[in-house]
C-alpha cells in the first residue's frame, strides 16, 4: 500500500509504502532515506504495537539528526578524522561529529529520496546511486535494498551495492526499537542477550574503537547470559561514561558472510521477543544515549533511551586497519558486489 508522506525542502515528493504478512505483523519504509517509519508486531495482549522510533512525515526526518529508521552509506559508524587512504590516494570525507566521519556526513544516503524497483503485499525495494566524490569518496555507487516481510513475522533487509570505482561500501539500518512501543519509555528493563564474546573498546570520547577484539568476559560488556540493559549502564566504566553508555560494536561469534544468530531482546511489559541474526562481521550496540527530548509520532515523547539500535556492520574505522581482501574489510574494487542481509523475527512469549 503506498501513501503520500509529504514534500522535501528541495521540492521532492515523497511516498510511504506498506507491507504485511497474514499475521498482522506490518511495516512501513518511506522513499526518504528508505527509512523504516514504523514496524507492527503482534504482542501478549493480542493486539500489535509499533516498536520503532520515527516521525509523522518526512519534515520530521529533514529535521532531525537522530537517523531514526534510515539507511546508512555509503558508509556506517565513524571514520577517523574523516581519512581514507586508497591505492595511495588520501581522500577527505566531512568531519560532522568530534572531528570525525559519522555516518557519511551531509551527503549520506539517508538524506536521499530513493527509487522504489519493486513493491508488493510483503515487500518493496529501493535504489539510489551515491556520485563520484558526493562524500568525499571515489566512485558512483549504486545501492538497491530489499525489505521484506516473511509468514514467519521476520522483517529481512537485503543490501546491495556496486561501484565502477575501488570505494568504501558499508551498509546498515539505524533503526531504534522499544519492543514497549516506539513510545513506550525507556528501554532499560529490556532484557538482552548478545552473541558475542568480544567488543571493541573505544579510544576516547570521540567514539573512535581501538584495533582490539576485547574479551567481554569480566566486563559490563558482558551480555551473553541475559540481563536487562540497564543494569550496568551507569556503571563506573570509563567505556560507558566516554559514550554516555552503550554506543560500541561487538564482533559477532562465528565466521563472517555466513548468517548467524547475535541478539535476543525480550520485553516483559509486551511479550514481545526479538532476535536479530546477520552475516556481518560485527553490530553496534547503541542505547539512545543522545537522542535528546524530542516529538515523535503522534506526539510522543521521546528521550534519552528510549530506543535502542543493533546496526550490523563492519568494524567501524576498518578501512584504516584491516587489510584491503579480507572478508572484514570494507574497501571494494571497482564492479565488486557487496552483500549482506539481516533479520529481525519476532514472536510472544
Known sequence: MKKDFGITKNG??????????????SATI????????????????GGTRDIVLGYDDVKGYEANGTYFGAIIGRNSNRICEGKVTLDGVTYQMEQNDNENNLH????????????????????????????????GLPGNVTITVNYRI?????????????????TIINLTNHSYFNLNGHDGGSIEGHELQLFADCYNPVIDAKSIPTEENAPVDGTVFDFRTPKKIGTDIEAEEQQLKFVGG?????????KSGNMRPFAKVYSEDSGILMEFSSDQTGTQLYTGNFIGDQKGKDGAEYNKRSGFCLEPQYIPNAMNFVPEGSIDSPVFDADERYHSESCFKFSVI
Do not use: R
Open 12 to 25: 521532492e515528493a515523497v511516498s510511504a509504502y506498506t507491507i504485511s504478512n497474514s499475521s498482522g505483523m
Open 104 to 135: 557519511s556526513g551531509a551527503a549520506g544516503v539517508d538524506k536521499k529520496v530513493w527509487t522504489v524497483l519493486s513493491e508488493d503485499d510483503s515487500a518493496v525495494s529501493f535504489i539510489c546511486k551515491s556520485n563520484d566524490m558526493e562524500q
Open 246 to 254: 552503550y554506543d560500541h560494536n561487538y564482533v559477532i561469534n562465528g
Open 150 to 166: 516473511t509468514e514467519a513475522n521476520e522483517l529481512v533487509i537485503t543490501y546491495d551495492a556496486v561501484s565502477d570505482k575501488k
Open 30 to 45: 518511506t522513499s526518504y532515506g528508505a527509512t523504516l517509519v514504523s514496524l507492527n508486531v503482534p504482542d501478549k495482549d
